[in-house]
């Protein structure tokens, strides 16, 4: 951007000493508020574009693959659009593998693990808000440090309960480990957001004779919308993505979710990257759309649920 400040400079430069030896004063120096004010939004984005293109290329590139035929893909014909644009990855992934089960599956997994994980979550995070008892900083502290724990260390441990109370290689074995590494953060966040919320409020209700379980219900959770709608994006987009205990816990191909149903796709070193695109893609559109319907929430969620936490 040095050769336009430059060049602003040095018209600026010139308009001066005509005015001057003209007889007139020199004005302000507007014209260099004006190349500031005109090369602020170019620079920002010429700075961003690369970063941008970097986030975007990988998605233009899931869709372009999965709209080629096999030729097309293993040939490198039209490598950067289709000629022509085919269907024949999402029919082929759709009649030859149990795509669709995959994706009840994870749906099952993904809502019910985020539902048991938001509803425990909110209701700690409340207790460790507002209420005054002995260890609560201490609680709030080892919260922290659990959510800083690697998953991979739970697993021996994990594996031997879910073993012993019968619920191996099934459904509920994921969703009793999942709020394992989904509980932490979000009583985390609504804890910060619940200080937020006045004591004022629950204390005019108490005054009137209404329970804590009352005031909880029908005064607390309802103002902290927005930071509970923020966990439970995060809570369930990290069930749905979960790989590890679903690939360690899951043995029977007819209780896969998507992410263990998409590496099964791969037969030794043989990628169809045709069908790994187009599962790809329709596995991120539920997601991409739950975050475009929720965006506007997000924001105020989790940052008063960091700044006060």
């Known amino acids: 951007f040095l050769p336009i400040q430059l060049g602003f400079a040095a018209l600026e430069w010139l308009i001066q000493r005509i005015r001057v030896a003209s007889g007139r004063p020199a004005t302000q120096p507007i014209l ?14 010429l700075v961003l574009a690369p970063f941008l293109a970097f986030v975007i290329f990988p998605f233009y590139w899931i869709i372009t693959t999965s709209l080629k ?3 097309q893909i293993s040939e490198r014909r039209s ?3 289709p000629d022509p644009p085919v269907l024949d990855q999402y029919t082929s992934l759709l009649n030859d593998t149990p795509f669709l089960t995959w994706l009840f599956n994870s749906a099952f997994v993904a809502a019910l693990s ?6 425990l979550a909110s209701l700690a995070a409340y207790a460790l808000s507002r209420l005054r008892f002995r260890g609560a900083g201490m609680l709030t ?5 659990t959510y800083l724990l690697p998953g991979t260390l739970l697993f021996i441990p994990l594996y031997q309960t879910l073993t012993n109370i019968g619920v191996i290689n099934s459904h509920t074995a994921l969703i009793l480990t999942y709020p ?4 932490p953060f979000a009583t985390w966040v609504l804890m910060g957001y619940f200080r937020s919320i006045p004591v004022e409020l629950e204390e005019a209700a108490r005054i009137d004779g209404a329970s804590r379980l009352y005031i909880f219900w029908k005064i607390t959770l309802p103002l902290a919308a927005p930071a509970v709608l923020s966990v439970t994006l995060f809570a369930f987009t990290n069930a749905w993505n979960e790989f590890l205990f679903a690939f360690v816990f899951i043995t029977s191909e007819s209780l896969r979710t998507l992410p263990i149903g998409l590496q099964s796709l791969v037969v030794g070193d043989i990628l169809p990257w045709g069908k790994l695109m187009a599962a ?3 596995t991120a559109i539920p997601v991409a759309v739950l975050y475009i319907y929720a965006q506007r929430f997000l924001a105020d969620g989790l940052t008063v649920g960091a700044v006060k936490g």
Do not use: E, K
Not at 32 to 45: D, H, I, K, Y
Not at 114 to 119: D, G, I, N
Not at 141 to 145: A, F
Not at 180 to 183: A, G, I, K, M, S
């Open 280 to 282: 790809s893609l329709l």
């Open 180 to 183: 394992t590494f989904l509980l």
């Open 32 to 45: 260099r508020q004006t190349a500031r004010s005109n090369a602020g939004p170019l620079a920002r984005f």
């Open 141 to 145: 502290t080892l919260l922290l440090i």
């Open 79 to 81: 490598i950067f659009w």
């Open 69 to 71: 035929s096999t030729p």
């Open 114 to 119: 985020t539902l048991v994980s938001v509803a």
